[in-house]
Nanobody
Framework: QVQVAESGGGSVEAGGSLRLSCAVSGVGDCEYDMTWYRQAPGREREFVALITGDGDTNYADSVKGRFTISPGSAKNIEYLQMNNLKPDDTAMYFC???????????????WGQGTQVTVTS
């Protein structure tokens, strides 16, 4: 069973940094894309950043140049480094794993429970 767990959230002053982690278990040798989303109170969930199984990345315009998504040193962990944080970045951050199907691996989307990021001015 695939499980996704985020960590690393917290409270930081504007201009500060945080690093979020997304750990995926139960995927064996299957490949996946990983996407970060965020949702602020009263707002829809929005795309933040993506890293594919091949290492390609994509970012929302609002975070380009400030956030970096990267694979971790350990297998099946990805990081979201967030620098120069702004109060508008305050949200619950979620990690979604999108399995890449092949002859061994089934498709599927799996979400974590989220980690709260609060940026104070």
């Amino acid at each position: 069973q695939v499980q996704v767990a985020e960590s690393g959230g917290g409270s930081v002053e504007a201009g500060g940094s945080l690093r979020l982690s997304c750990a995926v278990s139960g995927v064996g040798d299957c490949e996946y894309d990983m996407t970060w989303y965020r949702q602020a109170p009263g707002r829809e969930r929005e795309f933040v950043a993506l890293i594919t199984g091949d290492g390609d990345t994509n970012y929302a315009d609002s975070v380009k140049g400030r956030f970096t998504i990267s694979p971790g040193s350990a297998k099946n962990i990805e990081y979201l480094q967030m620098n120069n944080l702004k109060p508008d970045d305050t949200a619950m951050y979620f990690c979604k794993t999108v399995m890449i199907p092949d002859w061994r691996c089934a498709d599927g989307n799996y979400w974590g429970q989220g980690t709260q990021v609060t940026v104070t001015s």
